[in-house]
């Protein structure tokens, strides 16, 4: 089918261009930069430079395969992918007196193709230290803000550069640029959808696995649920789901997971209580990332244990989406990492197990589809997304089995009052973090000394970027009152307004 392809020079946005691709229904690729294809791929229509952390000067920077114009194909830069763009053809690229970082106003020079139907002047993301100063002969400008060149075409409608970054919400008329670029420019056709997924994925698994047993690491959240799913689907009896009850875990979690599966018949799931062995390996640990490994590397060890009861089982199978890979770890290419997700940068390097990870090139929001067509409950589907390393991210500091219940009781208010007044399903992702301080208050006229927490809940479609939800006063009020009043051990409730980026949804 149709493809796009996108060469990963190190953004942390890069697989998020993928997804906003592949929401037009054209599939997209993502590659190293220095892993460009010597024989042309005439499925590729149109190819794109993601951004990057470094400057076109630096000594080590990534490079521009000049190969890529021999394909003939629209070639579109993005940030540092414009930027290399216009050092390649003898431009002029240098730092800037400012940082541009967040929102900016463009305003458009030229009504090319590229800005069909966008606005003469629009609200985008931007994110460089570097700018262009000068175009090459032959180049445009296209539009600009106040103190950058915003974006540059040259003169045969092949080549496009954009200073800012369209694939982040933060970019008002973001999508309607890429799907210009994809459908207008590239004439891109629209063959990608889920069900060629689930039937291609089907095909693959079965591929690796022939008669051989699987162990999924089956968490009741979206990503394993969805694993679970589409491995049973494929694989049936062939299938073993082990719940580990880590003690980490949201208020009477291990009941409504091992209630939860009614919906996926034979699916065979076995419950392993691990309370205790966390709790112990996670004593006096501070650091977020030291936790994260931790929790990952417990959880392989109790899986070989697990794995004593079923000496056929080769594969492991685990929920990983894109942004848990993007965000632990180098994927196709040099991004930067953000922080370990429990089952990518927690995985030992010596482990006996063949990992199998059906989910790791979707988004959320495309698992819920995903979930959806293989017909899991829509509660199911639609709840909101829980870590793997579950509260041990969200107590900051050490861990402690006092922590563990205060944080557990305080959740299950908030989490209760969003479903009682109608705001569960509209906000994508909440929770509340216990924060290692402690803050003076006063109960029935007599001094408290007790944990601070904070009330976190977003919006977003891809969970790359996400805003602060919009929750009403008198909500947020009736929430603190219930946590102070009830849960022994808080005496303070703030509310996070964070937006990511700058932050992360979680916490650590």
């Given at each position: ?5 996108i ?8 697989q998020?261009?993928s997804?906003r691709i592949?929401e037009?229904d ?6 190293p930069?220095?892993?460009f ?13 993601s ?5 076109v ?29 216009m050092?390649h053809?003898?431009?002029?690229v ?22 069909d139907?966008?606005?003469s ?13 000068k ?5 445009k ?10 974006s ?5 409608g ?6 800012f ?6 970019t ?9 670029f ?30 051989q047993h ?14 679970a ?5 494929a694989?049936?009896?062939q ?28 699916l065979?799931i ?11 390996v996670l004593?006096?640990i ?17 899986f ?12 492991l199978?685990?929920g990983?989406i894109?942004?848990d890979?993007?965000?632990s ?20 390097e010596?482990?006996s ?20 067509a ?14 793997g ?17 205060i ?13 009682k ?20 208050g ?10 601070l ?25 009736l929430?603190s ?14 509310y ?5 980026p ?7």
């Open positions: 089918m149709d493809k796009i392809l060469l990963d020079f190190g953004s942390q946005y890069n998020l261009i997804r592949r037009m054209v599939y997209s690729e993502v590659i930069f220095h892993s294809p010597k024989i042309i791929d005439p499925d590729v229509k149109g190819i794109i430079l951004g990057g952390p470094e400057s000067y630096d000594k080590d920077a990534p490079y521009l395969d000049p190969s890529i114009f021999d394909w003939n194909i629209p070639v579109l830069g993005i940030c540092y992918g414009m930027q290399l763009l050092h053809f003898g431009g002029i240098e730092p800037t007196q400012k940082r541009e970082y967040g929102k900016s106003e463009i305003k458009l020079a030229y009504r090319t193709l590229l800005f139907h966008i606005s002047k629009s609200i985008v993301w931007m994110s460089h230290s570097d700018h262009v100063r175009v090459p002969e032959g180049f400008i296209t539009s600009a803000t106040d103190s950058s060149i915003a540059v075409e040259d003169q045969l092949k080549i496009f550069g954009l200073q970054h369209p694939e982040v919400s933060h008002q008329e973001g999508d309607k640029i890429l799907a210009n994809v459908l207008k420019i590239c004439n891109a056709k629209q063959e990608w959808n889920v069900s060629d997924f689930i039937e291609t994925s089907i095909h693959e698994i079965r591929k690796i696995v022939q008669d699987v162990i999924l690491g089956l968490s009741g959240g979206v990503d394993s649920s969805v694993t799913a589409l491995l049973h689907k694989i049936g009896s299938l073993t789901c082990i719940f580990i009850d880590t003690g980490l875990l949201r208020k009477e979690e291990a009941k409504e997971v091992m209630n939860g599966y009614g919906n996926l018949p034979n065979d076995e419950l392993i209580d691990a309370k205790d062995r966390f709790i112990t004593k006096g501070t650091d977020p990332e030291q936790k994260r490994k931790i929790i990952g590397k417990t959880f392989f060890d109790v070989e244990q697990a794995k004593a009861s079923h000496l056929d089982a080769v594969f199978a685990q990983t894109y942004p890979v993007i965000e770890q180098s994927v196709h290419g040099p991004s930067a990492t953000i922080k370990s997700h429990h089952n990518v940068g927690g995985v030992p010596e482990h197990f063949q990992l199998l990870e059906p989910l790791r090139m979707l988004f959320k929001d495309e698992v819920r589809r995903l979930g959806l293989l017909d899991l409950s829509r509660d199911l589907v639609m709840r909101h997304p829980f870590p390393p579950g509260l041990g991210i969200r107590i900051l500091g050490e861990i402690t089995e006092e922590k563990v219940k944080l557990q009781d305080a959740d299950s208010i908030f989490i209760e009052e969003l479903r007044n109608g705001y569960y399903d509209k906000v994508s992702q909440a929770f509340v973090t216990l924060l290692p301080v402690k803050t003076v006063v109960m029935g006229d007599r001094r408290t000394y007790e944990y927490s904070c009330l976190r809940s977003v919006n977003t479609t891809d969970f790359m970027t996400a805003n602060t939800s919009d929750l009403p006063h008198w909500f947020l009020e929430v009152t219930r946590i102070i009043n009830e849960v022994n051990g808080i005496n303070r409730v703030l996070d307004i964070t937006t990511k700058p932050g992360t949804i979680e916490w650590e």
